[in-house]
């Protein structure tokens, strides 16, 4: 019997408490998303929350946003397979931040309404910009919900205990239900109150785990790291690098695609750009990303704990068997901690943590399909299709038709990531939007000679090239753990795409702009350049 059927079995006694806290916590987001639905009265409350939203409320909401299911699932499961190796996502994902608070938060607060079509729209042509900002949110979007659906899967099926396939296609298509439902009724209002609880929930989560399994090693870490080395069959090396990313010269430099996105990806992702709208000034965008810095950077410490405690307290054939990804670590160790499979305390603690990751799962998802969902009624619905003749009543139904549509896309492609790493998928739409969105909004801010043409060459070339890498990539066939293990089409060797894509996307904008006919428009981006540094003009 595999572990997670027996899992499932040892649990079964204490299912309706798995179950009741599930809805306990579901209903209460989906109460909270009623009671900000009926405070949204137009485009800037569905959109921006009124912007009514503190620096520290905002942090707190970036980080529900930002600590996924790759944070909390894939990363703990990363460590617990890889060792150093896999605690590199989380390095890569709190540095990131960095660039987003030196370069990007309160420049795009300062430039922008809604949308990141806004500010690269400013000093170009608005059609086309629109389209290409739209159409490149829209695919980010998608590849990070692939991530959320992959990790929806593996938690509830888990909890459930259930095994067939249809039972984990059933799961993914009611949690899109879920996220579809938040962001129609609530908007961004009732995304961000749903990412604040979820943050305090997942921080609080997370901090208990944390002391158990350092209370189970006499608070010693040397003595966790080293039973978690022993018991891993790795001996030093998984304390080491190059487990993961060190045993050829292509997983070296997959290493550092993989860094790169990382590192320039937060910059460029939608979900998390939207967030610098929702507070009244530039001070308070600036604010929200050091309180966001401060939350995450404490939580992905805290990942150390889920992850070699599970290496160090958990067979890892067993870790692989239950999810060969590794995506269900932090929930066996939670079990493990609190008594055993067997034990009324492991059910209560595998029940917890389980509701808070599916917290996680929930906030992420709505926060993605607002994004994106935001993206196609404000740059393409009423800019491009409407050219601006739409009124608010019509752009924000055409928002909730949009998640509705999204939502199912997501859906649909979230039944075949089941067993992919969600951490890797992640990373996939960093690397992605790093391509695509970063290069045009730093030239846009910052190079004045940057033109249309040059602005549609780096988001069409980096998002094209990004997501062919992709394709042809390991990670969507030619391996056990593709998303089709069964077949192999792949020519490109690396599992991600950054250290092609993205300096291609840089390299595209600067020859687009270079080579074209048309003159920059210096005037606009004077005026853009005061307004980005200064405030002056912003809403």
């Keep these: 019997m595999s572990p997670t059927i027996q899992l499932a079995a040892d649990t079964g006694e204490h299912r309706p408490l798995i179950i009741t806290l599930f809805s306990l916590f579901v209903v209460a987001t989906l109460v909270i998303t009623v009671w900000a639905g009926r405070q949204t009265k137009g485009a800037e409350d569905f959109y921006a929350g009124g912007r009514q939203f503190t620096g520290f409320q905002n942090g707190l909401a970036i980080s529900g946003d930002y600590m996924s299911a790759a944070s909390f699932l894939g990363i703990a499961g990363a460590i617990a397979l890889s060792g150093y190796d896999g605690f590199l996502y989380s390095i890569g994902f709190l540095v990131a931040w960095l660039v987003a608070l030196l370069l990007v938060a309160e420049p795009l607060r300062n430039s922008g309404r809604f949308t990141m079509g806004d500010v690269l729209a400013y000093r170009m042509r608005q059609r086309p910009i629109r389209t290409a900002a739209g159409t490149s949110t829209i695919v980010v979007s998608i590849f990070y919900l692939l991530a959320q659906m992959a990790g929806a899967g593996a938690l509830v099926s888990l909890l459930l205990g259930i095994t067939s396939e249809a039972g984990k296609i059933l799961i993914v298509i009611l949690v899109g239900i879920v996220m579809i ?34 209370l189970e090693f006499d608070f010693n870490i ?177 928002a909730r038709y949009a998640a509705i549509g999204i939502g199912a896309i997501a859906i649909a492609l979230g039944v075949f990531a089941r067993g992919l790493n969600v951490a890797g998928l992640v990373a996939l739409a960093f690397a992605v939007a790093a391509s695509a969105n970063l290069p045009t909004i730093l030239y846009s801010l910052f190079w004045k000679r940057f033109t249309t043409q040059g602005a549609l060459w780096s988001v069409y070339g980096g998002l094209t090239s990004s997501v062919v890498l992709v394709l042809f990539s390991p990670v969507v066939s030619g391996k056990p753990t593709s998303m089709f293990p069964g077949v192999d089409f792949h020519w490109f060797p690396l599992e991600n795409p950054g250290l092609i894509s993205i300096p291609l996307g840089f390299l595209l904008g600067w020859i687009g702009s270079l080579v074209g006919k048309e003159e920059p428009d210096t005037g606009k981006y004077a005026e853009l350049e005061v307004r980005s540094l200064t405030g002056s003009g912003a809403v």
């Design 181 to 214: 439902l938040y962001v129609t009724i609530g908007g961004m209002k009732g995304t961000t109150w749903v990412q604040m609880v979820k943050a305090v929930l997942l921080i609080a989560g997370t901090l208990l785990i944390t002391f158990l399994v350092m």
């Design 222 to 398: 040397s003595s966790l790291l080293g039973q978690a080395a022993e018991n891993s069959g790795k001996g030093a090396a998984f304390l080491e690098p190059g487990l993961k990313y060190g045993a050829t010269a292509t997983s070296k430099i997959d290493f550092i695609s993989l860094g790169i996105a990382l590192v320039l990806g937060t910059a460029g992702l939608p979900h998390i750009l939207i967030r610098f709208y929702t507070v009244p000034t530039a001070q308070a965008a600036r604010k929200s990303v050091i309180w966001a810095i401060g939350i995450i950077g404490s939580f992905y410490l805290m990942t150390l704990a889920l992850g070699f405690g599970a290496a160090a307290l958990i067979d890892p054939k067993t870790i692989v068997e239950s999810n060969p990804a590794g995506n269900t670590a932090a929930l066996l160790v939670a079990q493990e901690i609190g008594g055993g499979a067997d034990s009324t305390g492991g059910a209560i603690l595998l029940a917890v943590i389980s509701a808070v990751a599916f917290a996680t799962i929930l906030a992420v998802v709505a926060g993605l399909t607002l994004a994106s969902s935001s993206s196609f009624a404000h740059d393409l619905y009423v800019n491009v299709i409407r050219k601006g003749q739409a009124t608010e009543k019509e752009e924000v139904n055409a």
